[in-house]
């Protein structure tokens, strides 16, 4: 099963560069933990590599 997702990415919606919010909790997390994420916000900008 995990095979299944290997080539998978992660979407984050609402994604913000403030360390307080959820989203970007969530990236930092997902990253940490060897997932390919990416993010959508309402501002262009970068959370960590994302």
Known sequence: ???K????KTLVIGGSVK???Y?????RKL???GHRV???G???SKVESV
């Open 23 to 27: 989203s970007n909790k969530a990236i």
């Open 38 to 40: 990416e993010s959508i």
């Open 42 to 44: 309402l501002r262009e």
């Open 31 to 33: 990253l940490d933990y």
């Open 5 to 8: 997702f290997i080539n998978k």
């Open 19 to 21: 360390r307080e919010r």
């Open 1 to 3: 099963m995990r095979k």
